[in-house]
């Protein structure tokens, strides 16, 4: 919104509205024409050709326009991440990973698989399971093909959209080689989900920009620490 060439046409009234509006982001979009002329202080008639200036037909437009944009730029706060990690321990979710772990355990590959901070999970996920016993691998780059006999080999993708494409094209060829697909998303909308086998969401807003994801890679990677958990002590289980 506010970029270099329109920050430079600004007049010395147009900056001091500018920085009133950075230094008050949130109370901003809830401010009247009048209550904002009061704080800096200025005319509303300045204010207005600010407006215009920036694009807007009205002040209402450009409050709407620079919300918008600031949403765009939030994160997920504690309280949210932490209420999301709590419902792990529901009998839902508790249900869930045991049935996933079962499947987890009986496979003779696990692959995991994910794109940017995605990747990363993928990538802890397959040390940490082959650190536990199971034979394990990441593969996460997107435009690798896919040919393998996926008999008996698990994938897990990991994605917080659900719907890159570079993704969905992998999951159409794993499941096509015959793998068993799980994917973790942060929600059940997405094609991933509806393309799994098994599926875990952990219902976190997605807070992302045009260019990339701020979304909190946390839920993600302690589903993966529940999982491999819960594997390795089935299995040791198991042996007994």
Known sequence: MFNEERIKSFSTTDMRIYNYILKHSIQFPYMSIRELAEEIPTSTASIMRFVKKMGYDSFPELKYAYKKEVSLY????????????????????????????YILGDANMIIFDGMGDSAKIAEYAARRFSGNGFFSAALTDPYQKVSMDG????????????????LIRKANDYKAAGSTLITITASDDNTLAKMSDY?????????????????????????????SNMTLHMCHNTLQ
């Open 74 to 101: 939030m994160v997920n706060d504690l309280d949210e991440t932490i209420d999301c990690l709590k419902k792990f321990n529901t009998p839902y979710y508790q249900d869930l990973f045991k049935e996933i772990a």
């Open 151 to 166: 008999t008996d080999i698990v994938v897990v993708m990991l994605s917080i959209s659900g719907d890159t494409v570079e």
């Open 199 to 227: 599926h875990i969401s952990y219902y976190i807003n997605d807070v992302r920009n045009e260019l990339s994801s701020h979304t909190t890679q946390v839920p993600a990677l302690s589903i993966i620490e529940i999982l």
